[in-house]
């Protein structure tokens, strides 16, 4: 079992600068510099669990993960509620998803999805956003930021290369896209690099859950599964209803 945590409240500090970056395609992402009032404690409390990490089964996601105790959920709601529901498509909070990452893997330990960027979809209906965010908690900024990018090919050559990376093996899909094993960082034929927001310690981004995006790995030597010095997140999914149209 998890233990408590203590923090003193809010976790998320409300009076954090909230910068705006338009990506090339008009997309908007936020960022939140000095996002946490006291990250050294947030980070203590991962590395006293950081036998609990687990593979991720659940996504793409390339390493490990723990849920986030309830108050740092409790105040990423409340934060989200405030400062960022505006700022979206997003007129009434119905869920609220937030875990510890910690990315893991080599490129030559990837499956195909993982060598694409990629959209959070959660099972949406056309009344439903989904809004992201990633915290990063580590302090090597060569270990990456996050990406964006838009499709460069048409939607039905887009379909097929999304469903086939899921259902071939690495060198049958390699073979067939002329793609090799690897984080995506730059624009290739079927991805055009919109923007990306570089890491830096005790920084949150806060963007459009589909829009395309990928962890910015062009390091992955520098990965580990330590979350003293590997690249540590905090990741929230919040899915909100849309606005009346």
Same mark, same amino acid.
């Given at each position: ?6 923090? &003193?409240?809010? %976790? ?5 600068? %909230?910068d ?5 395609? +008009? =997309? ?11 990250? !050294? ?11 609990a *990490?687990? $593979?991720? +089964?659940?996504?793409? @996601?390339?390493?490990? @993960? %723990? ?6 959920? !409790?105040?990423?709601?409340?934060? *989200?509620?405030?400062?960022?529901? $505006? ?33 959070? /979809? ?5 009344? =439903?956003?989904? =809004? ?29 290369? *999304? ?13 067939? @896209?002329g793609? &090799?094993?690897? @984080?995506?960082?730059? &624009? #290739?034929?079927? *991805?055009?690099?919109?923007? +990306? ?22 390091? $992955?030597?520098?990965? #580990?599964?330590?979350?003293?010095? +590997? ?11 849309? /606005?009346?149209?």
């Amino acid at each position: 079992m998890l233990r408590a945590m203590t923090l &003193s409240m809010p %976790i998320f500090d409300p009076h954090a600068r %909230i910068d705006t970056l338009t990506l090339d395609d +008009g =997309q908007r992402v936020h960022v939140v510099d000095d996002a946490l009032a006291e990250p !050294e404690r947030l980070r203590a409390w991962v590395l006293d669990h950081a036998d609990a *990490f687990e $593979p991720v +089964g659940f996504s793409q @996601y390339p390493g490990r @993960y %723990i849920m986030a105790p309830a108050i740092v959920q !409790e105040d990423m709601r409340r934060y *989200f509620l405030k400062q960022m529901r $505006p700022l979206f498509d997003a007129r009434r909070l119905l869920r609220l998803h937030a875990r510890f990452s910690i990315a893991t893997q080599l490129p030559e330990q990837l499956r195909p999805p993982q060598w694409l960027c990629h959209r959070d /979809h959660f099972g949406l209906d056309a009344r =439903q956003s989904i =809004q992201a965010s990633v915290l990063y908690l580590f302090e090597d900024d060569a270990l990456g930021g996050t990406g964006f990018y838009a499709p460069a090919r048409p939607a039905r050559e887009m379909s097929a290369l *999304f469903n086939d990376a899921i259902r071939m093996s690495g060198d049958a899909f390699g073979q067939r @896209y002329g793609l &090799s094993p690897g @984080y995506i960082t730059e &624009s #290739n034929r079927y *991805f055009q690099r919109t923007g +990306g927001v570089s890491a830096r310690w005790n920084r949150m981004v806060f963007y459009d859950g589909q829009a395309l995006h990928s962890s910015d790995i062009a390091e $992955p030597g520098r990965l #580990n599964d330590d979350p003293q010095h +590997g690249r540590l997140t905090l990741n929230g999914f919040f899915t909100s209803t849309r /606005h009346a149209r």
